[in-house]
């Protein structure tokens, strides 16, 4: 189907080829009028695929909040774009790579990092930043790994090496620097990774480009990399279909990334926007020259006509068909002022790139296209980029076993440890699971300083913290999302995802303002999919009104899932926080020998309810020590949720507390653990703690390993502890004072007995190899 | 005194290096295009890090024949202060400016982290600011930082004192063997060296990126202010190139 002439007949078995239903087919005959030939329908089928089109999710994503007072462009753009002031904008995105990475990890890895850099600097802005949210099969064996195979094992490893190589690969050799992210390993992404980059940028407000078309007799011009036929049907095939046997044969679809021209082009384009003589412009991402030539005529209320044979390409006799839907990487479309494109030119080649005027801007609203000197598509722009299928997918809640096995388990709970048992055994066995232990052997193979702005970087702190070199301001970015919980409930898994990343970037003082989503989940044509979906969007809606995060844009990933096993319906939230003045930038370690550890709880009524030991099998530590995953994840009251963020950042604005640190995957035990670890000096020697908790109603476990939310831990000297509470006190939050930052052991006591004890450097050490050890050699 | 920062089409720490020289030590400096052929005017070249050419090949294999490199060694061989930071660094190994190769890291892996490296001679340019000895706390991020060289050249820059920095632990103690305070495995833990005039210099950790203690260190500051206090102390005789 690859690559054919325009004279085949087109019957509907070809476009169901194309992954057309028999309505869309027809709808597209409709719109012409006639039969599309060949080359149309290939532009049709990647316009209205799923992962271009949203056909399944459109109707859904409008009840996402998209505005809000930072807010300078919403969805719908190539990405979202909030006011930092200082005449500064942050430009930023999330988006998916997952079925690239599955086939082919480290070229699939790399040109996710590419793409969404391209949707940063398309827009104007240099990117400051880029994160990444991974999920991965079991890389360790056991129960908490679902009994995978070894083979499984050595897989899941080959795979997260390759993305973290391919990731590392792009972003090191363009000059960006990979600042944090998060890595989560569970058995239901063995056969479907996830590997969600987002990027942020930053801008002078005045000088944003946005892709419009405008200007009848504008030269459209193509710059950057010359076109292949790598990535065909990259869209449409790879990203919006389930993963078969076969899926491993769809490698040719995958593209190859050059960082090094990306760089180039990312040089050269900002120049060239310097320059005034810009119109619009966009990126050739998925779907290529076919959605940023009718993505940007349709803006605009215009058309591009285009002359296929000025293309600019890498192999002999590519057809019409091969070049609009080619997804060859770092490439750019342009709209030029007529009488300026000189100025375009010059630039890109002072920096030795292509820049080739292949068209112009029409009136009549269509993608014309010229191949050869015959006409060889026609389509309306607005058609392909608008007017493509909505579905209102039929919605299931499921009846399946998913939600009879969390009912079993309220019958049936965990059975917790006596009162008085050691737990250092189950904490060390925490530490060490790869969910947990530290990441640095990824993040070291990135480059987290590039730039010089890097504040607060990989491990030091809850959300990565960039300086701003313009302004007193500085930035603060997290991802985040928990895919366990939205598979057991959707709902409330998107409420944590956006209420965890909003209080990461808030424990670095941040103020949130603005969010990014990735919603990745299974086959939308399955109606219990759709309900987890239709699900997770209502509370990321609920929880970002609340937190007063606006979603500025994102991307939906559908399909994943291999064999019909879908992933766990993984939203991931990317938040934006602002911080007046870079120097009360906070990091997660503790600082100073004999401070006050505080536990800051804006719910602590939630700790007397009962919640702690009903929501406790839908915790890390259920999941580590007992292979339970069930029950509910912990309630979640945005109101306390928004008062700890408040507190969080007037503590730090005042200078009252020295780190913040949240309770997430391990509760207080492993959050104060990371405390001690992320505060080790030059010589790797940390801090510790010395914790002591009394009078504790709920068992041991509960309150240690317990993931309720709305809680941080501070430390601060003695001095800033009355400025510490009469801040507190204002946001109702809860303080109890429970230990001191120490050296020597840690040590956890409850209710009179040591519930918890071990050297800090050898609890480091746990934590700090299980990685290496599993994938040094992968 | 003036300062100039050589680009090449994928170097990507120019402006760290730019801003370094410019806002935090307050010197002047430009921008240098890689097809400059003309030096003159500059009292020091900064060949920044990067990847250069995309560094396909091997690191600095294309980036020593650009046009730039050519005035660069006229301006070597006249006397002016050329410092190679990371990718800089190899780009004068390839070019001959500086003996000996980079091989990739042990490891096989990228890595950036902050390491220490110890000052081995005060008695140059680019360290002249810096305390005999001196513990220094920089930034490493490098795939081919693991420099080689053949016994003489070895014996010889040990005998010329050509070894500036090596890494070190914290306290100062050198273990060429210890992955953890020799992270790359580089030959007798050299991570710097100079020419034997003393006035070309490499060296893989980046100071630039240790200009501030914001930023977590600032020792890399005296590599670029012992730089500006030789050259003020050479002042007015500037070299031509």
């Known amino acids: 189907m690859a690559s054919a002439g325009t004279e085949i007949n087109i019957t509907p078995q070809i476009a169901a080829e194309h992954g057309l239903t028999a309505g869309e087919f027809a709808r597209i005959q409709k719109i012409l009028g006639r039969d599309p030939n060949i080359t149309e329908l290939g532009i049709f089928s990647v316009m209205w695929s799923e992962h271009c089109s949203y056909k399944s999710s459109r109707v859904h994503l409008k009840r996402l909040p998209t505005r809000g007072t930072h807010v300078v462009q919403g969805p719908g753009e190539n990405a979202g774009v909030v006011d930092i002031g200082d005449g500064l904008v942050a430009v930023f995105k999330i988006e998916s790579h997952n079925h690239p990475s599955f086939v082919e990890p480290f070229q699939g890895a790399a040109t996710g990092v590419g793409g969404i850099l391209r949707d940063i600097f398309t827009m104007g802005a240099r990117p400051i930043a880029v994160l990444d949210s991974l999920r991965f099969g079991p890389i360790t064996p056991g129960a908490a790994a679902g009994n995978a195979t070894p083979e499984e094992i050595a897989r899941n490893r080959r795979i997260a090496d390759g993305v973290v190589r391919g990731i590392g690969f792009y972003g090191n050799c363009f000059g960006v620097p990979t600042v944090g992210g998060e890595v989560v390993f569970e058995p239901c992404y063995s056969n479907n990774p996830l590997v969600n980059a987002l990027a942020l940028g930053i801008a002078r407000k005045e000088e944003l480009f946005f892709a419009r078309a405008r200007g009848e007799g504008n030269p459209v011009i193509y710059v950057g990399a010359k076109t292949g036929r790598d990535g065909i049907h990259g869209a449409s095939l790879l990203a919006s279909a389930e993963f078969s046997e076969e899926s491993q044969q769809k490698r040719p679809n995958v593209q190859v990334g050059d960082p090094f021209m990306e760089k180039l082009l990312l040089e050269a384009c900002l120049e060239a926007m310097r320059t005034g003589a810009i119109v619009a412009i966009q990126d050739m991402g998925a779907a290529g020259l076919a959605s940023s030539s009718s993505e940007m005529a349709s803006r605009g209320g215009m058309g591009i006509e285009m002359d296929l044979d000025r293309v600019p390409q890498r192999e002999t006799g590519m057809t019409a068909y091969e070049m609009m839907l080619s997804e060859s990487q770092e490439r750019m479309l342009l709209v030029a002022d007529r009488g300026r494109e000189r100025q375009v030119f010059d630039v890109f080649h002072k920096w030795g790139l292509d820049a080739v005027e292949i068209g112009r801007v029409t009136t009549d609203g269509k993608l014309r296209l010229l191949h050869h000197g015959k006409v060889a598509a026609e389509i309306p722009a607005h058609a392909l980029a608008e007017e493509g299928p909505r579905y209102e997918r039929p919605i299931a809640k499921p009846s399946s076993a998913d939600l009879e096995r969390s009912a079993a388990f ?369 | 005194m003036k300062f100039g920062v050589v680009q090449f089409p994928g170097s990507n720490c120019d402006d760290d290096a730019y801003h370094a020289v410019g806002s935090v030590i307050g010197q002047p400096v430009d921008f240098i295009w890689h097809q400059s052929e003309n030096l003159s005017g500059y009292d020091a070249i900064l060949v920044p890090g990067g990847f250069s050419y995309g560094d396909y090949l091997r690191t600095g294999a ?113 273990a060429p063997d210890d992955r953890e305070s020799n992270p790359n495995g580089s030959l007798a833990a050299i991570a710097g060296i100079c020419n034997r005039e003393r006035n070309v210099a490499g060296l893989m950790p980046h100071p630039e990126r240790a200009a501030e203690s914001a930023l977590s260190s600032a020792d890399g500051l005296v590599i670029l202010r012992s730089m500006a206090e030789s050259l003020a102390r050479r002042e007015p005789a500037r070299v031509s190139a």
């Open chain 1, 410 to 778: 309220r019958v049936k709970p965990i059975e917790f440890a006596p009162a008085g048992s050691d737990l250092t055994p189950n904490f060390r066995k925490l530490l060490a699971s790869p969910t947990i232990a530290s990441k640095s052997w990824i993040t070291e193979q990135y480059d987290s300083m590039v730039r010089t702005n890097t504040r607060v970087g990989p491990g030091a702190g809850d959300a990565a913290v960039l300086r701003l070199k313009e302004s007193r301001r500085a930035l603060a970015i997290k991802t985040d999302g928990n895919g366990r919980w939205s598979w057991i409930s959707p709902r409330l898994g998107a409420m944590h995802a956006v209420a965890e990343a909003a209080r990461n970037v808030a424990c670095t003082g941040a103020r949130p303002i603005a969010a990014t989503n990735c919603l990745n989940f299974g086959n939308p044509e399955k109606p219990e999919v759709m309900w987890q979906f239709t699900e997770a969007i209502d509370g990321i809606a609920e929880a970002c009104r609340a937190l007063e995060t606006p979603i500025t844009g994102g991307n939906v990933s559908f399909y994943n899932g291999t064999l019909g096993n879908p992933i766990y319906p993984t939203p991931i939230l990317g938040v934006l926080g602002l911080i007046e003045d870079a120097d009360c930038a906070l990091g997660s370690g503790f600082r100073n020998e004999g401070d006050l550890i505080l536990l800051l709880d804006a719910n602590p009524a939630a700790a007397s309810a009962g919640h702690e030991r009903a929501e406790f099998s839908s915790s890390e530590y259920a999941k580590t020590i007992h292979g339970i995953v069930a029950g509910a994840p912990p309630a979640i009251d945005l109101n306390a949720e928004k008062n700890l963020i408040t507190c969080l950042v007037e503590l730090a604005a005042g200078k009252a507390i020295v780190s913040a640190h949240d309770l997430s995957d391990g509760g207080l035990a492993v959050a104060l653990a990371e405390c001690c670890f992320d505060s080790a000096d030059d010589s790797g020697a940390c801090l510790s703690a010395e914790v002591e908790m009394s009078r504790q109603e709920a068992p041991a476990e509960a309150t240690l390993f317990g993931e309720r939310g709305a809680r941080a831990i501070v430390s601060l000297p003695a001095a800033s502890l009355a400025r510490a509470m009469a801040i507190a006190a204002k946001y109702s939050c809860s303080v109890q004072r429970i230990g001191t930052v120490i050296r020597g052991a840690f040590r956890i006591q409850y209710n009179g007995t040591s519930a918890i004890l071990g050297e800090v450097s050898s609890l480091r050490e746990i934590w700090s190899e299980t990685l290496a050890k599993a994938l040094e050699s992968a």
């Open chain 2, 62 to 174: 294309i980036a020593r024949f650009s046009p730039v490199m050519r005035s660069l060694d006229r301006f070597a061989k006249s006397g002016g202060l050329v410092l190679g930071i990371c990718n800089g660094f190899q780009i004068l190994l390839e070019a001959g400016l500086l003996p000996g190769a980079m091989l990739r890291n042990q490891g096989l892996r990228f890595l950036c982290r902050q390491v220490h490296i110890r000052v081995e001679n005060t008695d140059t340019p680019f360290t002249c600011a810096a305390r005999p000895g001196q513990i220094l706390k920089v930034p490493i991020a490098h795939m081919e930082g693991n420099y080689f060289c053949d016994p003489e050249t070895l014996a010889a820059l040990e005998r010329n004192q050509q070894i500036l920095f090596r890494y070190a632990r914290p306290d100062g103690s050198i």
